[in-house]
């Protein structure tokens, strides 16, 4: 973009949820500010789920990278082999405050995986989103114990740290993209899945799952990546105004994020749903399943990441 101020400022924005997820009103709200403050001088377009358009979610950091697309988010999860220090959000049961997991990612911990995958891959990360507290969902029995899961074959998000987590609890893991999982969602093949409460209830995991688990396994944070050509390519004027304006969209959603857990728990059925929530013995049971996991991956990482959340 030259710095003609007629030259139009055309930005794409993509993800794979539903029209009233917490990443889309982000996404939106982000669009906004750039209208309020470049006027007609942007092009803003919110595409809020390639899903919809028959493509994988997987799909969305290729199209950043290509320029299809201006930006993105995606679980941190996808960016883990750039920068290693993300899978210290990939570990089971490391983040249990979301407070104290934002102050890493604004500080020292997100500026180290920022430059990692700034320097090594052709997007820059601008912030990090809150992508929630991940619970369990399965058709087949409460799950309140290691036992339970037993057998159990479950969809997973594609991380292999994520699928050694599952097998230390007994699950059969299938890692799958997010797209093939809602199109099967009412088949056998995923018996279980784990996910957010918002994407529990957006991607309707809760209408062919009658058993909830508040687990809290997982945290995880998704990451705002844009094209980095296209980026550099824009005046300093509106890279500072791009910039303000994805600090304030990722203030505005994780303000969202904090309220919809108990939003969405208001809106469950209970004729519908047995929500099950885990005395902290049970909770005790999973930890000490997943600890040699957990044992392996805190000799292979840093052992100064773990101290940036306190853990």
């Given amino acids: 973009m030259a710095n003609n101020a007629s030259t139009k400022l055309v930005i794409k924005f993509g993800g794979y949820q539903e029209p009233a997820s917490i990443h889309n009103r982000a996404a939106a709200r982000f669009g906004e500010l750039l209208r309020e403050r470049l006027g007609d001088r942007v092009d803003f ?11 994988p979610a997987g ?5 950043v990278e290509r320029g299809e697309l201006s930006f993105c988010y ?14 210290l959000l ?29 320097a090594k891959t052709a997007y820059r990360l601008l912030e990090y989103w809150d992508n929630g507290f991940r619970h369990l969902t399965n058709r087949v029995r409460p799950i309140r114990v290691p036992d339970d899961c037993r057998g159990i074959r479950i969809r997973t998000q594609t991380s292999e740290l994520h699928g050694e987590v599952f097998r230390a609890l007994g699950f ?39 058993y909830i688990t508040l687990s809290g396994h997982f945290w995880g944070a998704s990451a705002i990546v844009c094209n980095a050509a296209r980026y550099a390519s824009w005046p300093a004027e509106v890279r500072a105004i791009v910039d303000a304006a994805a600090r304030e969209a990722t203030a505005y959603q994780r303000r969202l994020a904090a309220a919809e857990d108990a939003e969405i728990m208001a809106r469950l059925d209970p004729a519908q749903n047995d929500v099950i929530q885990l005395t902290a013995a049970q909770r005790d049971a999973f930890v000490r399943a997943v600890q040699p996991v957990l044992e392996k991956y805190r000799r292979q990482l840093d052992p100064t990441l773990f101290a940036y959340l306190g853990s």
């Fill in 45 to 55: 377009e919110l595409i809020g789920s390639i899903v919809k358009l028959g493509r």
């Fill in 74 to 87: 995606m679980s941190t999860v996808r960016f883990s082999r750039a920068a290693p220090e993300l899978q």
């Fill in 59 to 63: 799909e969305l950091v290729p199209m």
């Fill in 90 to 118: 990939e570990l089971p049961f490391v983040v249990t405050d979301r407070g104290v997991a934002f102050r890493a990612l604004d500080g020292e911990y997100g500026e180290r995986a920022r430059r990692e995958l700034n």
């Fill in 172 to 210: 059969e893991p299938i890692a799958s993209d997010i797209k093939e999982f809602v199109e099967q969602i009412g088949g056998e093949r995923f018996q279980a899945q784990d996910n957010p409460l918002t994407n529990i209830y957006n991607f309707g995991v809760h209408r062919h799952h009658r």
